[in-house]
């Protein structure tokens, strides 16, 4: 079974220079439209700004579920209601204790750091199988934990294909991801060539390759592309998302 997935950091904050939420709605809309994935997680929804716009971004074809991870920032997963049965979700936090809300393990910000998840069955093949959106911190001691975490949480879940999507605010070869690496395939290392960038700062600051894609043995990468779509000069995002092709 081929799964089509769409990882997406939209940004929390109304930016100057034409890149405010309401003049970035629509582009981050046509960018879903034009791609049309199977699975779509975002991160850095605002509930509050970036409340009124959402109805431009909001897709029928799709279930949502938003997450707010505890001051007023989340989370939104999206799955294709004719294509998948939800059989199960929920959420948890980067920290001592995963179930309260909690800045435990982002030393720099000090925001609370968050995981959602999604247990989907294929409808035609009755695959099951474990998706999981995140928002790293920023702490490299946090990063590293945040590993074994998402390891654990996910086989008390079950013994699923595991496929693991989101800003992970760490580069290639840091501690974090080595942490990753170490329990799962990163599809972007064995699809494409490192490095590459996905946050761009709107072309202002120092480009990074930030967002990733992680998978467990029972899922094989297929694909891995960075959406570098602009419209007029101007950015859906201070991040690309990227676009993703495992098998399960």
Known sequence: MLLKLLSFNIRCTNDPNGHSIAERAPRVAAVLKNYAADIVGFQEYHFLRWCDAWAQVEDPAYGEIKIDRGD???????????????????????????????TDWDEKYHKPRI????????????????????????????????????????????????????????????PGYTAMAEKFTDVNAVTAKLPDITY?????????????????????????????????????????????????
């Open 200 to 248: 761009h700062g709107y072309g202002e600051k120092e480009s990074m390759l930030l967002d990733y894609c992680f998978v467990n043995e029972a899922v094989t990468p297929i694909g891995y592309e960075i959406v570098k779509t602009m419209f007029d000069g101007k950015y859906p995002s201070d991040h690309y998302p990227i676009e993703l092709q495992v098998q399960l």
């Open 115 to 174: 995981c959602g998840w999604l247990l989907l069955q294929d409808k035609k093949t009755e695959k099951t199988f474990l998706y999981m959106n995140v928002h790293y911190g920023f702490g490299a001691e946090g990063q590293q934990k945040n590993a074994g975490l998402l390891q654990r949480y996910a086989k008390s879940i079950g013994d699923y294909p595991l496929i693991i999507a989101g800003d992970f605010n760490m580069l290639p070869g840091t």
């Open 72 to 102: 007023g920032e989340g989370l939104v997963l999206w799955w294709r209601k004719d294509k998948f049965t939800l059989l199960d979700k929920g959420h948890f936090w980067f920290a001592d204790d995963p179930s309260v809300p909690s």
